[in-house]
C-alpha cells in the first residue's frame, strides 16, 4: 500500500514544461526561415490572367519583379487611371526599365547574373502596346528570361 | 557557512510564451505560396533593318488581332483548334511538304533523328490586344509542346516528362524545342 501512497500524497502532477520552450522555438525558426516579406508596397492593382502551363519560379533571389496596370484606387485621384509601371516603390515610364534591370543585375552574385528571371505581373485588363514597350526594353536590357504571371486555372473551360 | 546557498535562477517560464507571441507573428506573415507564370526567353536584341529569313512552310503565324481574335495562317480559328493545329505543325508526323521541314540531328538516348529544328511559331498581337487573350494564346502554344514532350517521353521511356531525369528531359526539349518567336507588334489596320 504504502508504495502508492507516496505519489497520490503530491496531489496533480504538474508536466515538466521546460521542454516547451524549445519545441516552439524550433517551429519559429523554421517560419523565420521560410517567411518572405511583401517585397513591395503595391502601387498598381493587377489581377493577375489565369493560365495551365505554369512553372514555378524557384529562386526569390534571382527574380525581379515589374508591376504593370491601372493605380490603385488610394493613387487614383493624383495619378489618374490610365495603365502605370511600377518598379521597386515609384511609378516609372518604359525609359527607366533598363536602368532599374542594370541596377538589379548589379546587385546580383555574378554567376547567378545569367540566370535572373523578370517576372512580369500584369493586370489582365491590360493592352498589349504597353507590354510590347516593356518587352523591348527588357530585351534591349538584355533581361531574356522572362515570366508572365499567371495563377492556375482550375477547371478546363474550352472546348 | 554559506555552502548551502544556490546560484539564483532566472525564471524562465515565460520564455514559452515570448516565443510563441514570435511564432504566431511569423505564422501570420507567411506566404508559403511560389511564384507561377508562363516562362519564355526573349530574343537578344538585333538591328531592326536585318530581317532574319525564315521559309514560309517553317512558319505558323498566330495572330490575335485588336478585337481578340485569333487568326492562324490567315483564316479565322477558336482557341481550342489552336493547339492541335500548333501540334501538328511541330510535329509534322506525316512529312507533309507543306508543314516544317525535318532535319537530322544527333541526340543523346534518341540517336540520329528527324526533327522539325527549324520551325518558328510567330505570336504577332496588336498594341489593342488585350492581355489575358495573349496569355490564353500563349498558353495553348505551351500546352502544344508539353503535350508531345510528355508523349514521347511515354513513348520512349515509359514514364511522363515530370518523371524523367535531368538529362533525359533535356533530351526530350532538344527533340522538341521551344519556339515561339513574339514578334514586334505591326499595326493592322
Redesign the interface.
Known amino acids: 500500500m504504502s508504495k502508492f501512497k507516496k505519489s497520490s500524497k503530491s496531489g496533480s502532477q504538474e508536466l515538466n514544461a521546460s521542454s516547451m520552450s524549445d519545441i516552439i522555438f524550433m517551429l519559429l525558426f523554421f517560419f523565420m526561415t521560410v517567411t518572405s516579406m511583401k517585397e513591395v508596397d503595391f502601387k498598381v492593382k493587377f489581377d493577375l490572367p489565369q493560365a495551365t502551363e505554369l512553372t514555378k519560379l524557384e529562386k526569390k533571389s534571382l527574380v525581379t519583379y515589374i508591376y504593370i496596370g491601372p493605380p490603385t484606387a488610394r493613387n487614383r485621384a493624383r495619378m489618374g487611371s490610365e495603365t502605370r509601371i511600377q518598379l521597386n516603390d515609384k511609378y516609372a515610364e518604359i525609359a527607366d526599365i533598363q536602368d532599374y534591370i542594370a541596377q538589379e543585375k548589379g546587385s546580383m552574385k555574378e554567376e547567378d547574373q545569367p540566370y535572373m528571371t523578370v517576372s512580369l505581373k500584369i493586370d489582365k485588363d491590360t493592352k498589349m502596346g504597353i507590354v510590347n514597350d516593356v518587352k523591348q526594353a527588357l530585351r534591349k536590357a538584355y533581361a531574356l528570361k522572362i515570366s508572365y504571371a499567371a495563377s492556375k486555372r482550375q477547371n478546363e473551360q474550352l472546348r | 557557512m554559506s555552502n548551502n546557498r544556490k546560484v539564483p535562477q532566472p525564471n ?2 515565460s ?2 510564451d515570448i ?2 507571441l ?2 504566431i507573428f ?2 501570420i ?4 505560396a ?12 538585333v538591328d531592326s533593318d536585318v530581317e532574319q529569313k525564315v521559309e514560309e512552310r517553317n512558319t505558323l503565324v498566330v495572330l ?1 488581332s485588336q478585337d481578340n481574335k485569333l487568326m492562324c495562317e490567315k483564316k479565322e480559328i477558336e ?2 483548334e489552336l493547339k492541335d493545329i500548333a501540334k501538328e505543325f511541330i510535329e509534322n508526323p506525316n512529312n507533309d511538304p507543306k508543314l516544317p521541314k525535318k532535319v537530322l540531328v544527333n541526340i543523346d538516348f534518341f540517336g540520329e533523328v528527324e526533327v522539325t529544328k527549324p520551325h518558328v511559331i510567330s505570336l504577332q ?8 487573350k ?3 494564346v ?2 495553348e502554344l ?2 502544344a509542346y ?1 503535350e508531345l514532350r510528355n508523349e514521347l517521353s511515354l513513348k520512349t521511356f515509359g514514364k511522363t516528362f515530370a518523371e524523367l531525369d535531368e538529362d533525359r528531359q533535356k533530351a526530350v526539349i532538344d527533340y522538341y524545342p521551344l519556339k515561339i518567336s ?1 514578334a ?2 505591326k499595326e493592322y489596320k
Do not use: C, K
Open positions: 524562465t517560464s520564455t514559452a516565443a510563441f514570435l511564432l511569423f505564422l506573415t507567411t506566404t508559403m511560389t511564384d507561377t507564370g508562363l516562362s519564355l526567353r526573349l530574343p537578344p536584341p490575335v482557341l481550342w498581337n496588336d498594341r489593342g490586344t488585350n492581355y489575358s495573349f496569355i490564353e500563349q498558353n505551351i500546352a508539353n513574339e514586334e507588334p
